[in-house]
């Protein structure tokens, strides 16, 4: 099946840095990559969607300038994390859709756990 | 808007009997409806999906879901469950609009015990 990568799986980072978690997917191409949060025992939350070649879209609620999401390639989205607060701790996970016609289902990475000290 | 509502936030079962986990939608269209299985501290991993076809969908690791549109029911079940099963289990509904995000339910725990 289709593998998707996401880097480094926990992080612990000081308050006012910035961090920067990597999903890869790694045996197809993808267009388009969404980056969710999941707090504990909750539902995950889409915070934004990425796409190959142009700017993210966020969901209304969700900082885009504390929340910068690249997507380089059609392999590659990044999301960093600036000037990181404790309240920013959480769960992150994306996930990638193949490109191909016909595809339905996502894949999703391993999460980040993000720990702002 | 398209929805999913998982009314159980814990389902409890007994390991070998049959194990059923609870999803309802509210789509407009056709529903492409999934369901995920995620471990402690893991991302989620695809079990099976409906797009349209047979009502019943065979997935990965012995589960199956049935799709019911007069009830707009898609539950997960599996005829006998294992301790391993036990994780959180998320339905969600493609967004057909836009770049067809995924939409989660809350997610239900299922814990099986020996």
């Known amino acids: 099946g289709a593998v998707v990568s996401q880097h480094p799986s926990r992080v612990i980072c000081k308050s006012g840095t910035s961090v920067k978690i990597e999903c890869r997917s790694l045996?197809?191409?993808?267009?388009?990559m969404f980056w969710y949060r999941q707090f504990p025992k909750q539902s995950l939350m889409l915070m934004a969607t990425?796409?190959?070649?142009?700017?993210?879209?966020?969901e209304q609620g969700v900082e885009k300038d504390k929340f910068l999401i690249n997507h380089a390639s059609l392999t590659l989205s990044t999301l960093t994390v600036t000037s990181a607060h404790p309240e920013d701790s959480s769960f992150y996970i994306c996930?990638?859709?193949?490109?191909?016609?016909?595809?339905?289902?996502?894949?999703f990475g391993q999460g980040t756990r993000l720990t702002v000290v | 808007a398209q929805s999913v509502a998982q009314p159980e936030d814990q389902v409890n079962v007994a390991e070998g009997n049959p194990l059923t986990v609870k999803c309802t939608y509210s789509?407009?269209?056709?529903?492409?409806l999934f369901w995920y299985v995620q471990y402690p501290n893991r991302g989620l991993q695809f079990l099976l999906k409906?797009?349209?076809?047979?009502?019943l969908v065979k997935g990965s690791y012995g589960f199956e879901a049935e799709f019911n549109k007069s009830q707009t029911s898609f539950h997960l079940k599996k005829p006998s469950a294992l301790v391993s099963d036990s994780a959180l289990y998320f339905c969600?509904?493609?967004?057909?609009?836009?770049?067809?995000?995924?939409?989660f339910g809350t997610g239900t725990r299922l814990l099986v015990s020996p």
């Open positions: 996930s990638a859709r193949p490109r191909q016609t016909g595809a339905t289902e996502a894949f």
């Open positions: 045996d197809f191409q993808a267009t388009t």
């Open positions: 990425s796409n190959e070649g142009s700017k993210a879209t966020y």
């Open positions: 789509v407009s269209g056709n529903p492409y």
């Open positions: 409906y797009i349209t076809g047979d009502n």
């Open positions: 969600a509904v493609r967004d057909h609009r836009g770049f067809q995000k995924l939409v």
